[in-house]
């Protein structure tokens, strides 16, 4: 279909879709900022609308149970079987999964999807490197050992538990190779085509894409999830969130996603309309540059700063309901998580520890965004200091401005945020507990902070194959980062979205790729 003839039809649906102030009963409307999507390609989309799109596109061999996200399960592998040397997993292959194109699932499918990530090396790439893949070896990990078998091998410390975490993520979703290569230009393995089409499994593929307008995905009835329930998503670009607020008000969209708090007071008791606070798993922290200062080195400081971030009245005063407190470095909903929070908002008990300690008149500057809700906490963060003797400089500034500045161990204290890569406990102990010293830019090494026994037990629960133990690992080094680091952690952010109240099944996990739609109804 040429490109006039695509955005005609285009402009037809999005017309029907806001006609009357109902959207067709079998097209679900949603309203949000497509701005930000680069590649719907699974080895380069990192972005928030491309990860949120893979589920609906792509399938793995194994993934979460959107109801029970800890829980993996067969998906495009049937079943699988880790190899007595615990360096390799044998996958079977379901018999009947068909991409949307109608090819048949090969091992050869699998083979090549993971390959290009390693060889195409685009941002995600990291999380399958891992397991020591490299452009050189990665033909050699990857075999096919059956009609429908195949074996993935690695060279990594790491056990198959962590493996098969790292195969249920996005960037491992399995490719139609022969509708991709139909489409490769000078050796991209189809990348440049797959940047704006779909060659997956999955219950919907990409009808049209238009840049910063809408995302238009059809049913692919032969998915081997089952058809979807409804037979067109419709994803038009709405920058504002106010606007969002008021298309699901009005009844013109049926799901607005990334509002803010202001938009879902304005829909509280509204008809028709069901607003939603989804736990999601981003977390905002202080983070102090250990070699900034000696106050900042101080392990006293750190315990102090505890008593004087207002984790409470940030949460529930200032942010109306976008976050809850939450403490520890894994997210609520992951596995080994600690919901402890032992800390609470006292300026006097700080005070004491200060003076034990002998700091006195204790100052810093704080690095932050200039956008919501950064400089928001910031500046809360400054008047809850001070009650406790302790003076806070906000400086903020541009983000990409800011986060330069932190990875460059150029500043002294930063109000930041991290999301998970990945759908394991690792993605955060790494970040958090783990400084290598090897040119690596964990949060660890941005605050010049090394603890080698931290560092030990994060590689070991990697290699740990039991879930019970690794729970255990985790948990410990909770407790250590609680009480023990640089890091004052202190809120989880919520996705504020709002539904029409006609719809059901509409699934949204914590992680950004876990939206789901292929069981919606209205």
Known sequence: ????????????????????????????????????????????????????????????????????????????????????????????????????????????????????????????????????????????????????????????????????????????????????????????????????????????????????EALVLQANPGSPEGAPKLATLLIKNVPDPAARRLLVEQGDADIARNLGADQIAALQGKPGVKPLAVPMASLYFLLFNTQASPALKNPAFWEAARYLFDYQGIADDLLKGQFQVHQTFLPEGYLGASSERPYRFDPEKAKQILAKAGLTNVAFTLAVSNQPPYLDIAQALQGSFAKGGVKVNVVPGLSAQVSTRVKNHDFEANLGSWGPDYFDPNTNAAAFAYNPQDGSSTLAARANWVNPALNKQVLAATAESSPQKRVALYQHLQQELLHHSPFVIGLQARNLIAVRDNLKGYVQGINPDMVFYSKVTK
């Open 1 to 212: 279909m040429k490109l006039r003839h695509c955005c005609a039809a285009l402009a037809s649906l999005m017309i029907t879709a806001g006609a009357q102030g109902a959207t067709p009963a079998n097209t679900l409307v949603i309203a949000q900022s497509i701005d930000d999507a680069i590649s719907f390609d699974p080895a380069q989309g990192f972005e928030l609308t491309t990860v949120q799109s893979f589920n609906s596109l792509y399938q793995r061999l194994l993934q979460s149970n959107p109801q029970d996200p800890v829980t993996l399960q067969p998906t495009l592998a049937s079943a699988w079987q880790a190899g007595s040397d615990n360096r390799s997993l044998t996958f079977t292959l379901r018999p009947d999964a068909k991409f949307a194109s109608g090819n048949p699932l090969r091992p050869e499918d699998v083979i090549f999807s993971l390959s290009r990530v390693i060889k195409l090396n685009l941002e995600p790439s990291f999380i399958l490197t891992q397991l020591g893949w490299t452009s050189q070896n990665v033909d050699s990990m990857l075999s096919k050992t059956g009609d429908r078998q195949i074996t993935v091998r690695w060279t990594a410390e790491v056990s198959p538990t962590y493996v098969l975490s790292l195969l249920s993520a996005p960037v491992s979703s399995i490719i139609d190779a022969k509708l991709a290569l139909a489409h490769e230009k000078d050796g991209d393995f189809g990348h440049d085509w797959l940047n704006s089409h779909s060659a997956g499994s999955g219950p919907y593929q990409i009808r049209t894409y238009v840049p910063h």
